[in-house]
């Protein structure tokens, strides 16, 4: 046999063994998914319990269309008036490690008046701890225009309070509900 019949054998052969092997390995792996306790907890701020949560609430309910647990801040503004909650929403560390945690991915769920403009100024800010350069998420006459806060650190069972500044257009209806917005908070471990 030649030496150019011998390398075209040869090519052939490592060829199918290199097809073989790929087919013929097979590394199995199990993943098992578990649960624990989340690495944050939110609890509702001390500014519920001013004139009997009057200008803040805050309730728990689970959506069962997404599987998740759902926090909703009822905030409450005075038409013309400027309202600043100073501890609206805690949010705690349960981990015996730091985390990182921030706002993020502001965005408007519904606006049950399109056709005005009411909010004309919501901040949600983090108002402790004061380590971060960015601190607040911005609404300006209703459309977003900070989505998103800096990361601020928590120790093992630090909480960080959550407050709003919200300024109501005079016009506004009483006792309405004008719009809603969904506020991430987004947590890294460290």
């Known amino acids: 046999m030649s030496s150019g019949r011998r390398l075209v054998v040869l090519a052939v052969l490592l060829g199918a063994a290199a097809l073989f092997a790929t087919v013929s390995i097979l590394n199995v792996t199990y993943w098992y998914v578990n649960t624990t306790a989340p690495p944050v907890i939110k609890y509702v701020g001390n ?12 309730n728990w309910y689970y959506d069962p ?5 759902i926090t909703r801040v009822y905030v409450t503004g005075v038409p013309g008036d400027i309202v600043n909650i100073t501890n609206a929403l805690r949010v705690c560390n ?3 490690v730091p985390v990182k945690i921030r706002l993020a991915s502001v ?4 606006d049950y008046y399109p056709n005005n403009v009411y909010i004309r ?11 971060s350069t960015d601190n ?4 300006v006459n209703e459309a ?3 989505p998103s806060t800096g990361y601020v650190t928590l ?3 630090q909480c960080a309070i959550l407050g709003v500044d919200l300024t109501i257009d005079a016009n506004a209806p009483y006792y309405q509900t004008l719009a809603a917005y969904q506020i991430n908070i987004e947590k890294v471990p460290q």
């Open 144 to 146: 977003v225009v900070d």
């Open 136 to 139: 607040q998420a911005v609404i």
């Open 107 to 110: 965005s408007m769920l519904q």
């Open 47 to 58: 500014d519920t319990y001013v004139m009997n949560g009057t200008f803040v609430k805050a």
């Open 94 to 96: 349960r981990y015996n």
């Open 65 to 69: 269309n997404t599987g998740l647990n």
């Open 155 to 157: 120790q093992p069972g």
């Open 121 to 131: 100024y919501m901040a949600v800010k983090l108002v402790s701890p004061t380590n």
